[in-house]
């Protein structure tokens, strides 16, 4: 065929179903997902306020101030930009150098590591057309071409909501446990601010 005979198309928007291309799936599912997505946010937000937590309130010998202190402010910038995965490495680091570092903290983190691979498929995966039960396989391939596999449903996205609210708790009971108000709360305990 040569470029005179080629035949050329567009997609008539106008034909499209409403909502496309979430149109398959029923409002709930999407409800589960926008809340399972927004709890994650919030997660990344509490690590980014428990590194200042814990870089605010460590203990640093006299003769290292002056050098701690010209890392704290990228510190904290990196707090406010980095995804879910650098957050996890950024708040396991602060918390271990602290002299009050959490005993949990290594199980805390593993299940932060591992909470991260369901965020990042929720949040990036393109769903794909619901089974009979409701259940989706999102289309999601990591950096390192793994392949997401399993069908996820509303329950399973409620279900994620809730373990993440939880470890939303844990991180900010790895500040409050220490005295410490946390960050941007009217909680009890000693203002870090």
Same mark, same amino acid.
């Given at each position: 065929? $040569? ?10 928007? @106008?034909?499209?179903?409403? @909502? ?13 997902? !926008? ?5 994650? !946010? ?42 879910? !995965?650098?957050?996890?490495?950024? *708040?396991?680091?602060?918390? +271990?150098?602290?002299? $009050?570092?959490?005993? *949990?903290? @290594?199980?805390?983190?593993? $299940? ?7 965020? $990042? ?13 409701? +259940?989706?396989?999102?289309? *999601? ?38 005295? *410490?108000?946390?960050?941007?709360? +009217? ?7």
């Amino acid at each position: 065929m $040569n470029e005179s005979e080629a035949k050329r198309f567009v997609v008539d928007i @106008d034909k499209l179903p409403p @909502d496309f291309p979430t149109h398959r799936h029923d409002g709930a599912f999407w409800e589960a997902l !926008g809340r399972a997505v927004a709890t994650f !946010g919030f997660l990344e937000e509490v690590l980014g306020k428990a590194i200042f937590a814990f870089t605010a309130t460590r203990t640093i010998p006299s003769d290292r101030i002056e050098s701690e202190y010209k890392k704290w402010l990228p510190t904290l910038q990196r707090a406010l930009e980095d995804p879910l !995965g650098g957050l996890t490495d950024s *708040y396991s680091s602060a918390a +271990r150098k602290h002299q $009050n570092a959490p005993s *949990y903290l @290594d199980d805390l983190v593993k $299940n932060l590591r591992e909470v991260a691979v369901w965020r $990042n498929t929720i949040c990036h995966g393109s769903w794909r057309v619901p089974d009979a039960d409701g +259940r989706s396989l999102p289309l *999601y391939v990591d950096k390192r071409r793994g392949v997401f596999e399993t069908p996820i449903d509303i329950t399973a996205l409620k279900q994620l909501q809730r373990h993440t609210v939880e470890l939303v708790c844990s991180v900010m009971n790895s500040v409050t446990q220490m005295g *410490y108000r946390f960050p941007g709360t +009217r909680g009890p305990g000693t203002s870090i601010w």
